[in-house]
């Protein structure tokens, strides 16, 4: 009986170091993260991360839950990313008001907008999306004493 429990044990642990090696690199960085895309993935990214700068050009740019992310203020703003069958814009906030806007594109329950990189999200939702994060945003700052 101590026999097939070795042998178990053993198996896992070879099965945890299959998994380890396979795994990919976490991004450290934003151009980390982007030398990983496909050039397809990465040029549609490029032009949704030129579009929010030009909403909050002083926000600061880093990596969030393994993804590109924009802070502002000290509080996060909007993350997105390239998967291998679409790239995602992921706002933080409620996107029911822009629901009619978003028809053609997949969304999430959880505030999830899926769009392939050669049909990008329009810039002037991704402006009113940003600008209603930042608004949500806001309103959480508790007033100071």
């Known amino acids: 009986m101590k026999k097939a429990k070795r042998k178990s044990a053993a198996s896992t642990k070879s099965l945890r170091a299959k998994t ?43 990596i969030s839950y393994q993804i590109p992310a924009f802070r502002l203020d000290g509080r996060m703003l909007v993350w997105y990313g390239g998967w291998e069958t679409h ?11 822009f629901r009619k806007e978003l028809g053609r594109f997949d969304t999430g329950s959880k505030g999830t907008i899926r769009f392939q ?14 600008k209603a994060r930042i608004a949500q945003n806001s309103a959480l700052r508790k007033p100071r004493a």
């Open 117 to 130: 990189p050669d049909d990008p999200l329009p810039a002037t939702l991704v402006r009113r999306l940003v």
């Open 20 to 62: 380890r090696t396979a795994a990919k690199p976490k991004p450290k960085t934003v151009a980390g993260y982007f030398a990983a895309l496909s050039a397809e993935n990465r040029a549609a990214l490029n032009r949704l991360r030129k579009q929010i700068r030009t909403v909050v050009p002083l926000a600061e740019e880093c």
């Open 87 to 97: 790239c995602a814009l992921y706002p933080g906030t409620s996107i029911e008001p």
